[in-house]
């Protein structure tokens, strides 16, 4: 079975705080890791996938990277507009493979 | 906007009542997911279809069931509702159906079950 696991669960940063978010995973057989933002009340928004481990990813302030056994979401100099709940998910090979299994998310509060 | 589009936003229904999602997926998208999120459990996988036929079932309850038509559009069926059913249901549509792409999700249908 998939799971993904995001920490911290909540992480406050005061505006230009650079940081990092966790997503440490196991799945049989990596297809892709997925990088989400939701506002509250939104539906997620899609931001990144990731294949394989070593594969960077960068839009604006954020940059995703890949591992074997994790993802990072690197967040550069961030503003107030940052805040969200980061999700990741990942899409394995194994039975059920079409589908993606998301952990909790990572609230994300960027003070002014 | 993800073009992808959920009606209604806001459903708020009684216990043992029957409601239906509907969603319109991206055009040129052939799979459709359905997502259940609660405060505990997160995102959690229900079920998805390609083209019109079904091609994966996660947690769905046996109260659940879903279809896709031939305009590619997706109905949500719950019947005999609980309150542990109210939640934000998510649908979300890919182009293709067990590759790697990314699913674009609409912005939600909030339930509420009294």
């Known amino acids: 079975e998939d799971q993904v696991t995001q920490s911290p669960e909540a992480l406050r940063l005061q505006e230009g705080e650079s940081s990092s978010l966790n997503c440490s995973y196991t799945v049989s057989g990596l297809r892709g890791l997925f990088w989400y933002r939701q506002d509250p009340g939104k539906g997620p928004e899609f931001l990144f996938t990731l294949y394989s481990a070593g594969e960077e990813k960068e839009k604006e302030r954020l940059k995703a990277t890949l591992t074997k056994k994790e993802s990072f979401l690197h967040i550069t100099a961030p503003k107030p507009e940052d805040s969200a709940t980061y999700l990741c998910?990942?899409?394995?090979?194994?039975?059920?493979?079409?589908?993606?299994?998301f952990g909790k998310g990572t609230k994300l509060s960027v003070i002014p | 906007d993800s073009g992808v589009t959920q009606t209604p936003k806001h459903l708020i229904t009684a216990t043992g009542q029957r409601v239906t999602l509907r969603c319109s997926p991206r055009s040129g998208d052939l799979s459709v997911y359905w997502y259940q999120q609660s405060l505990d459990q997160g995102l959690q996988f229900l079920i998805q279809y390609y083209n019109g036929e079904e091609r994966a079932k996660g947690n769905i309850l046996e109260r659940f069931s879903a279809q896709q038509f031939p305009d590619l559009h997706s109905e949500l069926n719950l019947s005999s509702l609980e309150l542990g059913d109210s939640a934000l249901y998510f649908c979300?549509?890919?182009?293709?159906?067990?590759?790697?792409?990314?699913?674009?999700f609409g912005q939600g249908t909030r339930l509420t079950v009294v």
């Open positions: 979300a549509s890919s182009v293709a159906g067990a590759s790697n792409t990314e699913a674009f």
């Open positions: 998910a990942v899409q394995g090979s194994g039975a059920g493979s079409y589908q993606l299994t």
